[in-house]
């Protein structure tokens, strides 16, 4: 029977038990409505409710019987979870927690039959492994493996986003809890490939959203891996897709605008178009490489994935040749190949194999084609030890980037490398960004006029723009210098070149001779450009020039520099370019008031908030603004400079007696919270790289590990304390809009004072 609790009755609510939190819960599974299971079900829909998430809870207790009142929450249901009382497909996410684990195991098929039945897409299942020190017994404690299994066998599949929830490596030490994220899959599909259905091509094709253990963590591992160098708008092609769940997990975790997924087994495109081929982005189709590809257009292709597939093909140089061809200027390719898994012969003794590769064979064949941009050592469970006679050894998940130069003594199970085509040359092949809709483009000014502006559009998407770009320094600065060689000294792209170098340069990755100083010195004096573009490079040299001479201790020339980018009228390019000002405007002043001119600094930091407030106030007041999602991103960060620039106004009496206090207050916003999360996440990165002897392919101690948990669950608490401090942000946000209304009244007056000087 179910029954409805009284609204009166006196509620003890736990606190929300999901690893990760609630917000984790929607931002893999969405805002559909929940149906939270488990002993901690009111709470976690009181936490759902207020992010607007329309959920219902059913409590589950031991022995499958509803638990006493107190331990539910206000609009919760009495009811079993092996009987469900609600429709079939009712819920697009069932949210289980702390609830199976008290079930017999012989009523554990019967449950997730229920589940399924109720749920039209999505579960999020989490178990405990152990069995608990207090509190009701555990009926049911088993391993993340036989809870998988049971549900693969119950009709649901990973969900694509199952390795953001849990990492890769972290799966070598799962703790007392596991997080389960699974998709349900369609009847059809299911109907069509039962999980007996696979077995007989195990040893060729397997659906890896369907397994579990470490081969499945590797696989769908490397295509996370891959979606991570997918960018907005990208045509993706999955070459010898094999089953499709790859092609899929692309399609489900990036903003690509395609995905087509080729192999040459005509049982494996059946399955995959069955299983993975619904939408109309995706789409799946029969052929064997090199051939196959013949039908693609050149330059059409922004991103080819191939994995385990360069040593089943004969003429693997051909393929290359082929992807090569297909891909747009500046496109990657991301592919994977066993690391040297020769026996006593020197072959592979996997039949299906034709190639035996290693770190000098993979990279020379790449690079025969590709600028090579990381490469990356993968270990599943095993490893060819580095000592020439053909021994294994057992070892655990690691995903570890391998340095270009080195090529002996990397023990990990596959080598993956990411390679981009090379954007120099491509001026005439025809530019389109597939990231930005008309309307976007037109709303963000001259930022997105690549096609007009630039006689080699596609530089920008590989060398320039922020998370699109190669973050290899080596290949910019390459492509860099290859640009300014090919291109006229005032132009859009030599200016994008310069600024390359100088950015490298400021980070210390390359050093700026004297002909180049000049160079970007030339750049920035010469006169108006009717190209709209040569702006914006001039005002991102200038700025960087500025930083360059902080650097080597010419003040003089810092402050020039900065000057020169708040006297520049950079929203006649475009609202993006705020940025500039707002950070010279803030440095500036600093730099003015540690030489005792307290006077010029508040001036300079007035106008620069003054001017950079009312572009921004002209630009969003236009009708029919349709900004790009990265214009908000550079508007967003001009603002929280603009508010660091009116704290330290506000506080300016006290930097030169009480420093610490002026900088406690004009300091306390949003991007130094974002500065100290990121060293502190760089950090502990750079930690687990190195391992704990500084060896990058070497894994920790338990004590390091433990003690690298220690840093992370300090890095959470930095995340917390971000989270925390939004609505004092809030307060302090409009507070700072009084101050600039109050700063916009006295305009007139400092503009005449401003031209009287």
């Not at 996410?93 to 008290?102: A, G, N």
């Not at 098929?109 to 017994?137: C, D, F, M, S």
């Not at 990165?685 to 669950?713: C, D, F, M, V």
Request: charged share 25%; proline share 5%; with cysteine.
């Amino acid at each position: 029977m179910v029954k409805k609790m009284s609204p009166h009755s006196e509620v003890s609510i736990a606190k929300p038990t999901v690893l990760g939190g609630i917000e984790r819960v929607i931002r893999t599974c969405g805002l559909s409505n929940v149906l939270s299971l488990g002993r901690a079900s009111s709470a976690h829909v009181a936490a759902l409710l207020k992010q607007g998430v329309e959920a219902v809870g059913l409590p589950e207790s031991p022995a499958n019987k509803p638990i006493d009142n107190e331990h539910v929450g206000d609009g919760s249901l009495f009811g079993s979870v092996v009987q469900l009382p609600f429709k079939d497909r009712e819920f697009g996410t069932v949210l289980v927690v702390d609830c199976l684990e008290y079930l017999p195991v012989g009523d554990m098929e019967k449950a997730l039959a229920e589940i399924r039945r109720v749920a039209n897409r999505y579960v999020w299942l989490q178990v405990a492994t152990t069995h608990a020190e207090q509190g009701p017994e555990r009926l049911t404690v088993e391993d993340r493996a036989w809870w998988e299994r049971l549900c693969f066998q119950a009709g649901f599949r990973k969900h694509p986003a199952y390795y953001l929830v849990n990492d890769y490596e972290g799966l070598n030490n799962d703790g007392s809890v596991v997080c389960i994220l699974l998709e349900r899959m369609p009847d059809a599909a299911e109907a069509a490939y039962p999980l007996s259905s696979l077995d007989e091509e195990r040893s060729l094709h397997m659906d890896m959203f369907r397994d579990t253990g470490t081969r499945s963590d590797a696989h769908i591992g490397r295509y996370h891996f891959a979606a991570n160098y997918v960018r907005p708008g990208d045509v993706v092609l999955d070459a010898a897709c094999g089953l499709g769940y790859g092609t899929y997990t692309l399609k489900g975790l990036t903003a690509a605008s395609s995905f087509r997924g080729i192999d040459g087994s005509a049982s494996a495109i059946a399955y995959a178009n069955t299983c993975y081929g619904q939408d109309q982005s995706i789409s799946f189709s029969e052929g064997f490489l090199p051939d196959c590809l013949n039908s693609i257009p050149d330059n059409s292709v922004d991103v080819v994935v191939c994995f385990e597939t360069l040593e089943h093909v004969e003429r693997p140089v051909d393929v290359l040749k082929e992807f090569h061809r297909i891909l747009t200027p500046g496109g990657r390719i991301i592919s994977s190949v066993p690391n040297d898994w020769s026996d006593e012969t020197g072959e592979d003794p996997n039949p299906y194999h034709f190639h035996v590769y290693d770190i000098p064979k993979f990279t020379s064949q790449m690079e025969g084609y590709f600028d090579v941009e990381h490469l990356f050592g993968q270990t599943a469970d095993r490893v060819k030890l580095a000592n020439g006679k053909c021994e294994w050894e057992r070892r655990p998940r690691q995903l570890r980037e391998i340095p270009l130069d080195r090529t002996e003594g990397v023990e990990s199970e596959w080598l993956l490398a990411v390679a981009a085509k090379s954007p120099i040359g491509s001026a005439d092949v025809p530019y389109s960004d597939k990231g930005y809709t008309e309307e976007e483009c037109v709303s963000t000014g001259n930022a997105l006029a690549f096609a007009r502006d630039y006689k080699n559009p596609w530089l920008v998407r590989s060398m320039v723009a922020m998370g699109s770009r190669t973050s290899n320094g080596r290949l910019r600065e390459k492509w860099a210098r290859q640009t300014l060689n090919e291109s006229s000294p005032d132009s859009p792209d030599a200016g994008a070149a310069l600024c390359v170098l100088a950015y490298l340069a400021l980070n210390r990755e390359v050093v700026i001779d004297a002909d180049m100083n000049e160079a970007i010195g030339r750049y920035i004096a010469a006169g108006d450009s009717a190209n709209p573009t040569v702006l914006r490079w001039k005002v991102s040299l200038a700025y960087v020039q500025g930083l360059l001479s902080l650097s080597f201790g010419d003040r003089d020339e810092a402050k020039k520099q900065l000057r020169w980018v708040l006297d520049a009228n950079v929203e006649s390019f475009s609202v993006t370019l705020l940025t500039k000002p707002a950070q010279a405007g803030y440095l500036l002043g600093l730099l003015e008031a540690a030489d005792g001119d307290l006077t010029a600094a508040r001036q300079t930091w007035r106008q620069a908030a003054v001017d950079v407030q009312s572009a921004m106030a002209q630009y969003f007041s236009a009708p029919n603004l349709t900004p790009a999602p990265f214009v908000l991103r550079e508007t967003s960060t001009a603002m929280l400079f603009c508010g660091r620039i009116l704290a330290a106004d506000k506080y300016s009496a006290r930097l030169a007696k009480e420093p610490a206090a002026f900088f406690s207050n004009a300091v306390n916003d949003y991007l130094s919270e974002i500065e100290r999360l990121t060293s502190l996440a760089l950090k502990f990165e750079n930690q687990l790289l190195a391992g704990p002897t500084g060896n990058p392919h070497s894994y920790g101690s338990a004590q390091t590990i433990s003690s690298q948990a220690a840093q992370l669950t300090e890095l959470r608490k930095y995340v917390l304390a971000l989270e925390q401090s939004r609505n004092e942000q809030k307060i302090q946000m409009e507070e700072l809009r009084q101050y600039i209304a109050d700063l916009e009244e006295n305009r007139s007056n400092l503009m005449q004072q401003l031209k009287r000087r």
